[in-house]
């Protein structure tokens, strides 16, 4: 769920401002040597295709908004890619403005930035819709300097999610950094990942916080790794309440505050007593057992309108529909929506008023970095859900995230730490790990081979548990257009490259069911070579993802898997008349604990039956076993490799 929905119900994700300082406005270009226009090479980062010569961020959280400068210089033909800019912002509480842009030349020639920008969607995750600014820059060359810089508006009123990053994609030569703090609030600050080098902590002269920092190595990106925030230089900001912290070093005594403030919060917004117990008996009958109570109101909970999940609009549409924010609990259930964080604790006040005990627990979510108690930063804490006692088994749900079957958490609120709130401040609970099997993608296939080697006819892809979660919360305000190339693009992605894809039915995206069921017409050209009387077939026809990963010969980060996970292939083939099996590869397994792999054919009466299994019973992998991995991943390449011979006979008697 939204953490900035949060501040009316846990407190302090976002902290109302006054009307702050005028706007910083942005000075002249600054001036570039002779060194940088001439340079071709930097010694600290040998064969690189582009270095940032140079990056300056100066933020104003009394405004709040943010001036960014970049200079890059671009050192070979591959890093004239650079030329390409995204600036990417949250479309509900940013905005990008006063964009200028210009390419210096080796002689000193400026070719100004005077084309089109462009504005694109990135992502959209948990009520959160990422867009960018993109532009290109011209007249880019060998060579070349590009400049750029623009203006970041943040929404008037709030603070939230401060922080310098200094890991960039480009090596970076000299960068700047400053804050001026919003003055109404205690501030702490903290770089998690330690400091680039000889850097030296923040420095705070006149009310004002710098930072300048030389030579930070370029962030390398890999697959499969931890969240990116998780693994950069950077240094957050932490705004804190006086009335629990009063900058509080020591982190249990601040969370035992901070937990009895966020209580009291909670327990004003849920003390609806008389109300519940109404609403309580709309939805639960007097003989129902318990676990029929948790489930009728929780199915009843999740049919409230959630605006954290519905498509952003805009301020025209906010103003003529003025929704209202809601006090407390009962105002969610008369007026019939509230945001995701509200309709958890709506949950909760339902539960409760039909008996059940239930405990209220703030998450860490694991999707944008890792939770660190330590840094004592209550932002991070920023979903809302609700804890359960079923048969003598603590279960915690998120009725408040949309489509999330009961008993099931997203899988970014999974294997986290939670504090569980009390009016003595609480204790910290950790949610549990789903088992790889319970989020599996299982495909099933009915296809034809033709004699000239096409294989064509149906697949079933059915998606349990996380598979058909994310795939519905990420698809959640999207068109059937878009909801069609979304599974499209990801069947394409897992079957050979230039094969055909037709989604052929309408799955249940708007439901909270464990499974999501897709069902595509294929057609696989070549998928048989043949050299005579002979034709060779891979057995393989999925998992092209999977056997494309971990090629690399090292690895910097840890392996990061968003979930444990399985995938189980059973492809059914109807060979041609005169067409049968000559030789079949011998079955294949590869059991390394938390990584399995299987593969075995059959084959019987003109039909060839491939099998195949892949499961990952792991979240996070130490880069030191790396070349574990890579060699289990090395079987799973030459498993799917392996080759069903076929023989063509004269005809279909020879054939039995």
């Known amino acids: 769920m939204p953490a900035l929905d949060r501040i009316s119900t846990a407190g302090f994700i976002a902290l109302t401002l006054c009307a702050g300082a005028a706007p910083v406005r942005a000075g002249d270009w600054l001036p570039i040597s002779p060194e940088e226009l001439q340079m071709s090479s930097e010694p600290h980062a040998p064969g690189a295709p582009a270095i940032l010569l140079y990056k300056q961020v100066d933020r104003d959280d009394n405004g709040p908004s943010e001036n960014s400068y970049a200079r890059i210089k671009i ?92 890991s960039q994609d480009l090596f970076t030569k000299s960068a700047k950094f400053s804050l001026d703090p919003y003055r109404e609030f205690s501030l702490r600050y903290s770089w998690p990942g330690g400091l680039p080098g000889d850097t030296s902590p923040p420095k705070e002269a006149h009310g004002r916080i710098t930072l300048e920092t030389r030579d930070v190595p370029a962030f390398v990106t890999e697959e499969y790794m931890p969240p990116e925030n998780e693994l950069k230089y950077r240094v957050d900001f932490i705004y804190v309440s006086d009335q629990y912290s009063n900058l509080e070093k020591d982190p249990t005594i601040f969370w035992k505050k901070y937990g009895k403030a966020t209580f009291r919060l909670v327990n004003d917004f849920v003390d609806r007593r008389r109300a519940m117990t109404d609403a309580v008996g709309q939805i639960v009958a007097p003989g129902d057992s318990t676990e029929a109570k948790l489930r009728k109101i929780y199915e009843r909970t999740q049919r409230v309108r959630n605006t954290s999940f519905e498509r952003q609009k805009s301020q025209q549409e906010d103003d003529r529909e003025a929704l209202k924010n809601a006090s407390d609990v009962e105002d969610v259930w008369k007026r019939g929506y509230g945001n995701g964080n509200q309709i958890a604790w709506l949950y909760l006040a339902l539960v409760r008023a039909a008996g059940i005990p239930a405990d209220p627990v703030i998450v860490s979510t694991r999707d944008v970095h890792f939770f660190n108690a330590n840094a004592m930063n209550p932002n991070d804490l920023n979903s809302n ?102 599974l499209e693009d990801q069947i394409k992605a897992d079957i050979p490259s230039g094969s055909d894809v037709e989604l052929g039915n309408r799955p249940d995206w708007d439901s909270a069911s464990q499974t999501l069921v897709a069902e595509f017409h294929l057609r696989v050209q070549g998928w048989a070579a043949g050299a005579g009387q002979r034709a060779l077939m891979p057995v393989g026809l999925f998992g092209a993802q999977e056997r494309g990963t971990f090629e690399h010969a090292t690895r910097v980060h840890p392996l990061y898997f968003d979930f444990p996970h399985q995938s189980a292939d059973r492809v059914s083939i109807e060979l ?66 392996d080759q069903v011979v076929l023989l063509a006979v004269k005809n279909t008697a020879a054939a039995h």
């Open 576 to 641: 041609p008349a005169n067409w049968q099996v000559s030789s079949m590869p011998a079955p294949r397994i590869d059991d390394r604990g938390g990584f399995v792999y299987s593969a075995w054919t059959e084959g019987r009466d003109g039909t060839l039956a491939l099998n195949r299994a892949l499961s990952v019973n792991a979240v996070l992998v130490n880069s030191k076993q790396y070349g574990a991995v890579q060699d289990f991943f090395r079987t799973v390449r030459s498993g799917d490799e």
């Open 75 to 166: 050192l070979t033909e591959e890093g004239r890619k650079f030329a390409d800019i995204e600036i990417i912002f949250d479309k509900a509480t940013e905005y990008v403005r006063d964009i200028q842009a210009r390419t210096v030349h080796p002689d000193g020639s400026i070719v100004n930035f005077e084309g089109t920008v462009y504005e694109k969607p990135i992502i959209q995750a948990r009520g959160v819709k990422l867009l960018a600014k993109t532009f290109t820059m011209p007249d880019v060359r060998v060579g070349s300097i590009i400049e750029y810089r623009f203006r970041h508006d943040l929404q008037r009123g709030y603070v939230f999610n401060s922080k310098w990053v200094l």
């Open 385 to 486: 859900i609700v804890a359960v006692t079923l048969d003598g088994k603590e279960m915690f749900l998120d009725p408040g995230t949309a489509m999330v079957p009961f008993g099931t958490l997203p899988w970014a609120e999974t294997g986290v730490l939670g504090l569980r709130l009390t009016k003595d401040g609480g204790d910290w609970v950790k949610t549990p790990t789903p088992d790889a099997k319970d989020s599996r993608t299982e495909r099933k296939a009915f296809l034809k081979l033709t004699p000239s080697g096409t294989l064509e006819g149906k697949v079933s892809v059915t998606y349990s548990g996380q598979e058909a979660l994310w795939r519905r919360l990420e698809e959640h305000n999207e068109d059937d257009a878009d909801r069609k190339q979304f």
